[in-house]
């Protein structure tokens, strides 16, 4: 491979697949149309030219590429800003983890906290009386919920159930048992959650969508929509007319930082169909504030991290510990950090979490 500054050279370097979940695509032309252009960018070009200075990429290094930046979360993740500091922590100790915070990641506290809220969900379908459904939250951990008052906000939510309510709500269930049981975590490997009912294939999409980090987990956002009871579904809603509010059930993620409150939502929308004279409400039936971000406290976070990156990279090692001693490989893998980093900040819902708009309301969890 030649070192000079052109499509082959790049499309053939490591530097080219550090963006594969960014607007800026691995190939040469990709990034246009998102006003990312590859072949004009100086920061780009200097990046490439690093690398081949380096006179070869170490295997350790290309893993943190493959596993870690090439497949940071553009949403940030809600454990943000841990995959960074991972990140930072693997330019360290010179190794790619074990295991990698990245999509469809989520811890079992996380996970036990959307099977109660789906639990709500599931006695609303089953005409369960609330005094049923209140005297079995009682006996669990109450996660530092009120869970009496959330039930009672499902139920007074969602209201009568009628066909189309209930199609609705027994996709949502679906949905969120399917990222109950396939989002991993250490000692988590699709084997822990919602062993007692077939929800798709379990192995997900490793070849057509990879593996988001942690191989051989596949991509599962698809394998979900294959299954015979959710095809059903998907035509029963459709044909009622709520296929927006399908997409928006579809389109949730348990590793969002407001995955919570995108839930709380749904639930809403689900409660205003075909109910006269609904408000357009925008309650916090799940008291799940706690759950996703203060994003005024996130914005500082970054703000202090990229100028932090920006002194360590001009040599100032006691900038920025995380990444340890400044050495060639270090200083050319944290200067991709910094641009990818960058990008998200312009175009993705990354942007969001940390950008001067916020995406919504904001919660209290803090860094």
């Known amino acids: 491979m030649g070192t ?20 800026a695509d691995a190939g040469w032309d990709e990034g246009r149309e998102h006003g990312f252009d590859v072949p004009t960018s100086a920061e780009l070009r200097a990046i490439f030219e690093e690398e081949m200075a380096l006179g070869g990429v170490p295997a350790w290094a290309r893993e943190v590429v493959d596993r870690m930046i090439g497949q940071l979360p553009m949403c940030g993740h809600y454990s ?97 048992r399917w990222w109950l ?28 969508y ?38 928006h059930i579809e389109h949730s993620h348990l590793c969002a930082p407001k995955a919570f409150r995108h ?33 005024g406290a996130f914005r500082k976070w970054y703000e202090r991290f990229m100028a932090a990156l920006a002194s360590w990279l001009d040599g100032d090692e006691d900038a920025l510990p995380e990444l340890g001693p400044v050495t060639p490989v270090g200083h050319w893998l944290a200067r991709v950090l910094r641009l990818k980093l960058q990008l998200y900040a312009e175009h993705n819902p990354f942007g969001r979490l940390v950008g001067a708009q916020p995406a919504g309301r904001s919660g209290t969890q803090t860094i």
């Open 4 to 23: 000079a500054w052109s499509r082959e050279a790049y499309e053939g370097s490591v530097t080219s697949r550090c963006w594969s979940c960014t607007p």
């Open 263 to 295: 839930l709380e939502k749904t639930i809403l929308a689900i409660g205003r169909v075909a109910a006269e004279g609904a408000p357009d409400d925008d309650r916090p039936i799940l008291q799940c504030e706690d759950a996703y971000p203060d994003f």
């Open 181 to 208: 049981k396939t989002l991993i975590w250490p000692g988590d490997g699709r084997d822990q959650f919602a062993l007692d009912a077939y929800l798709g294939d379990v192995r997900g999409d490793a070849h057509e």
């Open 210 to 247: 990879g593996c988001y980090g942690n191989p051989p987990f596949g991509d599962p956002y698809f394998a979900e929509l294959r299954c015979a009871e959710v095809r059903e579904l998907t035509a029963q809603i459709r044909e009622a007319g709520d296929g927006p509010l399908l997409a």
């Open 80 to 176: 943000f800003p841990g995959p960074v500091l991972d990140l930072c922590r693997a330019v360290r100790e010179q190794r790619c983890p074990e295991f990698v915070i990245s999509h469809y990641t989520a811890s079992p506290e996380r996970k036990r906290l959307l099977a109660t809220y789906i639990y709500c969900l599931d006695a609303w379908l089953e005409g369960a009386p609330p005094a049923e459904a209140e005297a079995e939250l009682a006996r669990r951990d109450d996660l530092g919920k009120r869970w009496s008052e959330i039930i009672a906000a499902v139920y007074t939510t969602l209201g009568e159930r009628t066909p189309r309510r209930a199609w609705l709500v027994r996709r949502l269930i679906h949905r969120q």
